[in-house]
């Protein structure tokens, strides 16, 4: 069973930039549709970014379009997500999840609830 592991998260200042690591084990990054969620205290959870097990299709939400770029390090099985221009309304427990890959090349869901596996968080604070 593939195992999840976020890294990289800390307390920045607005207008910073926080690079985000998903560290996978038991299987590989490239064999998942892959993404990142967000959870701010008191908020449901929320779709950030996603990228296909290919690598070749991406998508953000609307609050993180421009800033923000997920990518996949086939070398490393590890996935990525570049922030910049961070805002305290990025603040909140940022998540790794997965879902096995299947015919889609560009398939991606921005509901929690179809992905499968999920790392711990890790927290992103941004001061103003």
């Known amino acids: 069973q593939v195992q999840l592991v976020e890294s990289g998260g800390g307390l920045v200042q607005a207008g910073e930039s926080l690079r985000l690591s998903c560290a996978v084990s038991?299987?590989?990054?490239?064999?998942?549709?892959m993404a990142w969620f967000r959870q701010a205290p008191g908020k449901e959870r929320e779709f950030v970014a996603a990228i296909s097990w290919t690598g070749g299709a991406t998508n953000y939400g609307d609050a993180v379009k421009g800033r923000f770029t997920i990518s996949m390090d086939n070398a490393k099985n590890t996935l990525n997500l570049q922030m910049n221009t961070l805002s305290p309304e990025d603040t909140g427990v940022y998540y790794c999840?997965?879902?096995?890959?299947?015919?889609?090349?560009?398939?991606?869901?921005?509901?929690?609830?179809?992905?499968?596996?999920w790392g711990q968080g890790t927290q992103v604070t941004i001061s103003s």
């Open positions: 999840a997965a879902e096995p890959s299947g015919p889609s090349w560009t398939w991606y869901s921005p509901t929690p609830d179809n992905y499968a596996f």
């Open positions: 038991g299987g590989t990054v490239s064999k998942y549709y």
